[in-house]
């Protein structure tokens, strides 16, 4: 078959290497205030006074606002969140988390907005914090919430299982067949305990809004990766009808998840509404660390496996760490719990996973979704078996692989599978061998290790596009997909370029605008280029349709007899009877042509037993590093990984690339330094200077295998597939290296170093 | 100074001369970006570690985030917005940064490629190594790295054509 449209890099690259790309940062409007906000310095304590007096008198200030002016207004529900509303904008009575902000000031000038948060003083009563999910769960820990806060419009797919009075944000549990019976015809079974720390997301670009609220209106320009979600989300806490509030997205400056749902959007919009002047929020360095974080998790797993290496049974409890406040836990710790049972064939699974909440900052969405914890957890222990049972890992993880018509951890027959074609090429591409020793010199050894993962996309889920075809025949892509630098609005001019057969410089693809732009749920789960992709598809249809029809009555023909091509339409066999599409248009007083297109998966899990459909499609990836530990410090530097993912139809080569060396790139500092460190609920490293980002120097030399099966006609995002197994893939090396088995993530020098002792001290 | 605690500072930018308003601790970078909208300068860190809002001070790379305005007076400052030709052409580093897809989300490549004029100015035969060594104060989160590099490659043998 012929190799359908692609496009190497990005449509608007003269502007990103100008300085010209459009960030929320750069928007202001006339009388626009800057706002600073104080945050609490305790991680638990009933507020019982806050003066705000000396601020409020200090020239310039034009409002300071806190919790205690908020609880009992009647015009706006000063709480948010998209699963349960129980973060407040500002502190209401409690703080419950070092960071959580207590008050808001604004003022013309930043330096006084800054002056201003010296001057208020708040009095705590400190009450006792918990931090660890294993003792918030305990009947004694103190209770983050005093009461089950109050749910909102959730997904229709999530079903809540929260206690009356205990820190248990939700429950998710899977029961696929009978896991007892697996662990009792088992040869052994095996338990361990994994765990992975909070991690920030670190976008260069901070959280940013912009916010305005007149008329009856407001409006945002916010650093979201989910326009709708906040805008049904502030319409409902303004009472406002959702078309009264807009919400416009310039390109994201990185988002790795973190910018999923209401963060800043709520409280600026409020503080906008109160001082009836525009407001700004520009979150520092510091205060983007304690907005969101990924969840640090316990997984304890116990997996039985018969003598031939089949695994039959898995039981995976997992803790997430939710911190103070639910975001999108509830539903994150869903995909994690299942995601435990890996991409490999087990006929019976277990899975009770937890969100609980604790004192610390709010964990949600994060680039992999909980997949990065559960396979640290499940690749790490297949690794370990396979040194029990004095076996090649690679071939216990080829006799366990998904294969098509096998059933996966939620109960579906999985088809396109192509995981074994995947571990192969990456085992192959850095030369792996099971035989290979251990490469001694000097005080340093090299080694090898490998890893395979699955992951869901967000289900059920919606999209829709529209399209305007011109009276020239250029045409516009009206999406609320949100351009964050996976080359999204690239992806999709292929896509409108394709099926129109027109040069892609003839589209434009729109700037997210909820007043002009359609419904889309939201740019995460590498669902864009599939989901928004298809929506396009079929809006570009209609407009194809209603060109056929306009050329079928032209040329008095039917419209089967028309075909579409080279941004004319002619009829076939008969090519002097042609006509340019703007001329279509243009003879039939039409304006423009609207092209409508609606994308929908349905799917949703039993409650009860987790099974069901999980995802539309499966994400498939692999890894395989070679590692180099020196034995003397115990630092780990990678030297190469090579990358496999499954991709369907890759539409940019390029962009396959770098989303695949990205992900490859941010697994490396979860993998070997990545971690907030906390004292006491205070967290320590909320800098770049303390808390290390990879960078040039820890850049190993990578490869990236994106796989493709055009016959299957299908688009995998491949945003995320590739992060999960950069962390177990190290581990597996570094542990071939040394013998040192590091459980939980980062792998620091400090933790190998004690491994080797332990190891030369027996 | 004025009753506001204001100085009043010349700064010449990108080749012209501004004069601006700015209070003592004020940092070059929000002297550009808030009073000459130089949106190209970026802060990530503030502390001088990620290197997005580096600028070329008299052609050396510089954190914007960490100099105060007015030690920046008397000094040539290079922004991406200046790295242009005067009839737009673009610099050749830039175009090999679009050559090779050397960016994701682009918050960091103005910072990555002013870097990468220096280096390349320091250096006119930089191996990987040096590249990668002069780099390592500029973070990239989008992890491009691979394509940076390669970027940075072929502005070298750009810049070293006759």
């Known amino acids: 078959m012929t190799r359908p449209a692609q496009y190497s890099g990005m449509l608007d690259a003269t502007d990103r290497v100008t300085g010209r790309v459009d960030y929320t940062i750069n928007h202001e409007l006339p009388g626009m205030l800057h706002a600073r906000l104080l945050r609490a310095t305790t991680p638990h304590a009933r507020i019982t006074r806050i003066d705000a007096s000396r601020a409020r008198d200090l020239p310039g200030v034009a409002l300071v606002l806190t919790g205690e002016d908020l609880k009992n207004r009647r015009d706006v529900t000063p709480y948010h969140g998209p699963v349960f509303r129980d973060q407040p904008v500002l502190a209401i009575d409690k703080v419950r988390y070092v960071g959580d902000p207590v008050a808001a000031v604004l003022a013309e000038d930043p330096d006084v907005a800054a002056q201003a948060l010296e001057l208020i003083d708040v009095e705590y009563e400190h009450l006792p914090a918990v931090f660890d999910p294993l003792e918030a769960l305990r009947d004694s820990a103190p209770r983050v919430h005093d009461s089950p806060p109050p749910l909102g419009a959730t997904f229709s797919d999530l079903v809540i299982h929260t206690g009356p009075s205990s820190n248990i944000c939700n429950q998710f549990q899977l029961r696929k067949g009978d896991v007892e019976r697996g662990f009792a015809e088992a040869d052994f079974v095996f338990e361990d305990t994994f765990r992975s720390p909070a991690v920030q997301h670190v976008p260069l670009e901070t959280h940013a809004c912009l916010a305005q609220a007149e008329g009856g209106r407001v409006t945002v320009w916010s650093t979201t990766q989910t326009p709708h979600p906040v805008r049904a989300q502030l319409a409902e806490m303004f009472r406002l009808p959702i078309s009264a509030v807009r919400v416009i997205v310039p390109n994201l400056g990185g988002g790795y998840g973190g910018k999923s749902y209401t963060k800043l959007e709520p409280l600026t919009a409020i503080l906008a509404y109160l001082a009836r002047r525009p407001v700004r929020l520009h979150l520092r360095r510091d205060e983007e660390f304690v907005t969101i974080t990924k969840h640090a998790v316990i997984i304890i797993m116990k997996t039985g496996i018969k003598a031939d290496g089949r695994i039959v049974a898995r039981k995976s409890t997992c803790y997430f760490n939710t911190g103070a406040y639910a975001d999108i836990g509830p539903r994150l710790i869903k995909n994690g719990g299942y995601a435990t049972g890996g991409p490999h064939a087990i006929p019976n699974v277990w899975v009770d996973s937890y969100a609980v909440y604790t004192n610390l900052p709010p964990a949600g969405a994060f680039r992999g979704y909980g997949v990065s914890q559960a396979a640290w957890a499940y690749e790490t222990q297949l690794d370990m078996i396979a040194a029990r049972m004095h076996t090649d890992p690679y071939d216990l993880r080829m006799r366990n692989l998904l294969v098509d018509g096998d059933t996966v951890m939620t109960g579906e027959v999985i088809h396109d599978c192509h995981f074994r074609e995947l571990l192969s090429r990456a085992a192959q591409a850095i030369g792996w061998d099971a035989d290979e020793q251990p490469q001694r010199v000097g005080n340093t050894v090299r080694a090898k290790g490998l890893s395979c993962i699955i992951k869901s996309t967000v289900t059920p889920s919606t999209s829709t596009a529209s399209v305007k075809l011109n009276e020239d025949g250029s045409v516009n892509v009206l999406t609320s997909s949100v351009e964050m630098g996976q080359g999204v609005k690239t992806a999709l001019a292929v896509i409108a370029a394709e099926k129109l057969d027109i040069p892609i410089d003839q589209v434009h693809v729109s700037e997210v605008d909820t007043d002009v732009t359609p419904y889309d749920q939201q740019t995460t789960s590498s669902r864009s280029t599939h989901s928004m992709g298809n929506a396009l598809m079929h809006a570009m249809d209609d407009v194809r349709e209603q060109l056929l029809r306009l050329a079928a009555e032209e040329f008095e023909v039917f419209s089967e007899d028309v075909v579409l091509k080279g941004g004319r339409a002619s009829v076939i066999g008969s090519p002097s009877r042609s006509a340019a599409y703007s001329e279509l248009i243009s003879r039939a007083r039409r304006g423009n042509l609207l092209g409508h297109g609606t994308f929908s998966t349905a799917g949703g899990l039993d409650p009860e037993t987790g099974q069901g459909i999980g995802s539309v499609h499966w994400h498939q990836g692999a890894g395989a590093a070679e590692v180099e530990v020196d034995l003397d410090t115990g630092r780990v530097q990678v030297l190469r990984y090579h990358g496999a993912v499954y991709a369907g139809r890759v539409l940019n080569p390029v962009q396959a690339e770098l989303q695949t060396e990205g992900s490859i790139a941010f697994g490396l500092g979860q993998a070997l330094f990545e971690e907030m460190v906390y004292d006491g609920g205070q967290l320590l490293n909320a800098n770049l200077g303390d808390y290390m980002l990879a960078s040039f120097k820890d850049l190993p030399e990578i490869g990236v295998s994106a796989v493709e099966h055009l016959e299957a006609n299908e688009i995998h995002g491949i945003g995320e597939t590739s992060l999960p197994p950069v962390m177990p893939a190290i581990g597996n090396a570094v542990y071939r290296a040394t013998g040192v088995r590091i459980q939980e993530l980062p792998i620091t020098p400090e933790k190998v170093l004690r491994g080797l002792r332990e190891l030369r001290d027996g | ?162």
């Open chain 2, 1 to 162: 100074m004025d009753e506001d605690g204001q100085l009043t500072l010349s700064l010449h930018v990108n080749g012209r001369t501004h004069r601006v308003k700015a209070r003592a601790h004020h940092t070059l970078l929000e002297v550009l970006r808030t009073q000459l909208k130089l949106f190209g300068v970026r802060e990530g860190c503030g502390v001088g570690m990620c290197g997005a809002c580096t600028v070329l001070l008299d052609g050396k790379p510089v954190s914007s985030c960490l100099l105060l305005a007015p030690l920046a007076q008397e000094k040539d400052i290079l922004t991406i917005e200046g790295l242009q030709g005067a009839s737009g052409e673009l610099h050749p580093v830039q175009q090999a940064y679009i050559d090779h897809t050397g960016f994701q989300c682009s918050y960091c490549t103005p910072g990555f490629i002013l870097s990468t004029v220096a280096l390349l100015s320091e250096h006119p035969d930089a191996t990987e190594d040096q590249a990668r060594e002069y780099l390592t104060g500029n973070l990239c989160r989008c992890g491009s790295y691979v394509k940076i590099l390669e970027s940075v490659m072929d502005a070298r043998d750009r810049l070293r054509r006759p």
